[in-house]
């Protein structure tokens, strides 16, 4: 059973950077691919980032393109979302979740297993 646990969120002032952590259960990097979620208030989850096993490839929507960097240490068992030049379209709460396979894919079907989330408030 993959178990996720994201932290790492809170209230950041436009332009702020921040940093969110996936810390996964023992193995799930070896295999999964792992990809970052965020939601709005009404609004439906959409996916920013993922990354893939294997060949480490990173996936980026294009509203946060440029700004946000993913990473994983294997060691650790830990994905990263480093988040900069936030802007306040960026506030949601953020998930990370475990693909079925190695490879990302932008369909949330393709996901078995999610943590609890993480708010993320991008405020003056």
């Known amino acids: 059973q993959v178990q996720l646990v994201e932290s790492g969120g809170g209230l950041v002032q436009p332009g702020g950077s921040l940093k969110l952590s996936c810390k996964a259960s023992e193995f799930t990097l070896n295999y999964h691919a792992i990809g970052w979620f965020r939601q709005s208030l009404g609004k439906e989850r959409v996916r920013v980032s993922c990354?893939?096993?294997?060949?480490?490839?990173?996936y980026y929507a294009n509203s946060v393109k440029g700004r946000f960097t993913i990473s994983s240490d294997n060691a650790k068992d830990t994905v990263y979302l480093q988040m900069d030049s936030l802007k306040p379209e960026d506030t949601a709460t953020y998930y990370c979740?475990?693909?079925?396979?190695?490879?990302?894919?932008?369909?949330?079907?393709?996901?078995?297993?999610w943590g609890q989330g993480t708010q993320v408030t991008v405020s003056s």
């Open positions: 979740a475990a693909a079925r396979g190695p490879y990302c894919d932008d369909q949330i079907a393709h996901y078995s297993s």
């Open positions: 990354i893939s096993r294997g060949t480490g490839s990173a």
